[in-house]
């Protein structure tokens, strides 16, 4: 049973250019949330889809925006790249309405912006 | 506005030691509180969670206590190994809604 998956592993992009990190949820899970990590710092929620619709968004502004398929995995892409946009990008699945509500973390995407 | 607040922010111990971990919350409405290990270059891996009605958890050397009336609760790892030495983050959540993270623990255990 495949986990959260993610791709790329590492990536670099050029301050003003456009990132695409895509997510593949964990097997039987319908929602997926999107997490960005700062070197030493707890993750920041960015976003959450669930029925191909963004259900909840944390404060991160519109250049961080995202798609789910119907296949459920998921997409987060950032437009206009900052200097400070360089973190560890995290997908995260879970199943909605289930108690207990286990989310589990891909391995991430590495993004370095120079 | 930091909703959990976790400390301290590193911790040495020595190889069969038993370290804390102490994350303290303000949202009342938070109902699920999970502990996540993290060890450089991969993603958070959830290692035990608990709900608010119970006050201690265990699977296997990690023990969760919760404390409701003061919002606040803990990570301990029994018999402490060099393996475990990782970053720890405490989380929180209402409902099926997502998480809040804390600033995380490094922890380093000394063989």
């Known amino acids: 049973d495949a986990g959260v998956t993610q791709s790329p592993t590492h990536l670099i992009k050029t301050r003003g250019q456009q990132v695409t990190l895509r997510c593949s949820p964990k097997?039987?899970?319908?929602?997926v949330s999107w997490y960005q990590q700062a070197l030493g710092q707890g993750p920041q929620f960015i976003f959450q889809?669930?029925?191909?619709?963004?259900?909840q968004r944390g404060n991160f502004p519109d250049r961080f925006s995202g798609h789910q398929f119907p296949n459920y995995s998921s997409e987060l892409n950032v437009n206009a790249l900052l200097l400070g946009d360089s973190a560890l990008y995290l997908c995260?699945?879970?199943?909605?309405?289930?108690?207990?509500?286990?989310?589990?973390f891909g391995e991430g995407s590495w993004l370095t912006v120079v | 506005q930091q909703q959990v607040k976790q400390s301290p922010q590193s911790l040495i111990v020595q190889k069969g030691g038993i370290p804390i971990i102490n994350c303290a919350y303000e949202n009342t409405a938070f109902d699920y509180f999970p502990w996540y290990q993290q060890f450089p270059g991969k993603g958070p891996a959830l290692l035990i969670a608990i709900r608010p009605d119970v006050s201690e958890k265990k699977e296997g050397r990690f023990t969760i206590s919760f404390n409701k009336s003061a919002k606040q609760f803990s990570l301990h790892i029994m018999d402490s190994q060099p393996g475990d030495s990782a970053t720890y983050f405490c989380a929180a959540s209402e409902g099926y809604s997502t998480l809040t993270f804390g600033k995380g623990t490094m922890l380093l255990v000394s063989p």
């Open positions: 097997s039987g899970h319908d929602t």
């Open positions: 995260a699945s879970s199943l909605l309405g289930v108690s207990g509500n286990t989310i589990y």
């Open positions: 889809y669930y029925e191909e619709e963004e259900r």
